[in-house]
Every structure is written in structure tokens, then in C-alpha cells.
């Protein structure tokens, strides 16, 4: 690793059903500040959100009293890869922005962790220093995922098919952290990678 000016940048990401918002709050338990791009896009969504207006304006009915209708407005972009590009054309300046404030706000923090769903696919590596994949086994990750509320098998295939495949994601990162484990042992590989990466600051 190159000389380093703290904080380093933890990159964290990985497929659906795989266990990253858990995977993520076991670093948060270690002290570690996290930047959220999905909370930060619900944010940006939510009542009173700073792109709600935007996104009436570019999709018609797509938001009412409580922000954007995440339904409606994934019906509208759904398959609709140039929709898509115009959505994200919006979203990705403003939760840059976001970024670049919480970063200055613990930049005399060790370790900072960034959660990016897509972080391969929409390449986030970017001014990230070390990337973290949460993984487990396929058939896991359908049992997790066919259990949330309203998902399909259908729903579940489209959403797997926009995403880089879990070995591949393997491949590519730094660390990989094993969420098909009893959740204890889960939380033992989030300490050692903690310390680990404080070390080499040090």
C-alpha cells in the first residue's frame, strides 16, 4: 500500500440477499464511520428531498406527499436503460456531493466505510483503498432474498442479471467476508480486517 493519509477509504458492496446492511453495522459497531449511498439516495428521495422535484419533473407522477414512490418510479425506469442514464444522471452528482461532506466531516478518522451496492458495476472503485465483498452461498442468498416482502423469482433473476456475478466480485476484492458463517464468526472476520487495516497505518 502507497503512503497513506488517513482515513482509509473501506469500500464495502456485494450482491443481493448476501448480508451487507448486517455486514456493514458490525463495522459501525467497531467504531468505524459509514457512508450509506442508498440511505443517502432515500435522503435525497424522502420527503422533502432534494432531487423530489427533479424526478416529478423528468417522471410524472413518480413522487406525492411522502417524496418519490419507489415503486412508481422503478415501474417507470424498469427495462428502460435510457430512463435509467437520466435517473442516475441526477442521483450520482447529488450523493457525490454528500460523500464529499461526510468525508470531510471524520477526516481525522483511521478507517471510513463506504456501503456501494454496485461499486463494480457503476465503477466506484474509484478513490477507494480497499474493497470489501460480503459473500455467501447461492442457495442462501435466494432463501434470504425470496423471503423479503414482495420479491418474485422473476423480480430476484432481473435484479441478479444487472449485477457482476459473486465470484467474479470474489476475484476482485481485497477482503471478502463469509456471511453464510453463524453471525459470530461473521463478526470475528469484521474485527480482524478492522485491525488489520488500522495497522497498516500505523
Known amino acids: 500500500m502507497t503512503e497513506h ?3 482509509l477509504i473501506i469500500g464495502l458492496t456485494g450482491s443481493i440477499g448476501m448480508g451487507k446492511s448486517t455486514v456493514a453495522q458490525m463495522f459501525v459497531d467497531e467504531g468505524i ?7 443517502a439516495v432515500h435522503e435525497l428521495q ?3 428531498g432534494a432531487l423530489v422535484d427533479a424526478i416529478e ?14 415503486q412508481k418510479l422503478g415501474a417507470a425506469v424498469l427495462g428502460d436503460s435510457e430512463a435509467l442514464q437520466r435517473l442516475e444522471r441526477l442521483i450520482h452528482p447529488a450523493v457525490g456531493e454528500m460523500r464529499l ?18 461499486l463494480f458495476e457503476k465503477s466506484g472503485e474509484k478513490g477507494i483503498d480497499h474493497i470489501v465483498v460480503v459473500s455467501a452461498g447461492e442457495d442462501e442468498q435466494r432463501a434470504r432474498v425470496l423471503a423479503r416482502p ?4 422473476e423480480r430476484f433473476e432481473q435484479i ?10 470474489r476475484q476482485r476484492a481485497d477482503s471478502v467476508i463469509d456471511t453464510s458463517l453463524p453471525k459470530a464468526e461473521t463478526r470475528q472476520q469484521v474485527q480482524k480486517l478492522v485491525e488489520k487495516l488500522k495497522a497498516s497505518l500505523a
Open 5 to 7: 493519509n488517513k482515513p
Open 33 to 39: 464511520p459509514l457512508f450509506d449511498a442508498d440511505a
Open 46 to 48: 424522502g420527503p422533502g
Open 57 to 70: 419533473a423528468l417522471f410524472p407522477g413518480s413522487t406525492d406527499a411522502d417524496g418519490v414512490n419507489r
Open 101 to 118: 461532506a461526510f468525508l470531510e466531516k471524520h477526516r481525522d478518522q483511521p478507517l471510513i466505510l463506504f456501503d456501494i451496492p454496485l
Open 150 to 153: 414482495g420479491m418474485s423469482e
Open 160 to 169: 441478479k442479471a444487472l449485477q457482476m456475478p459473486d465470484a467474479e466480485k
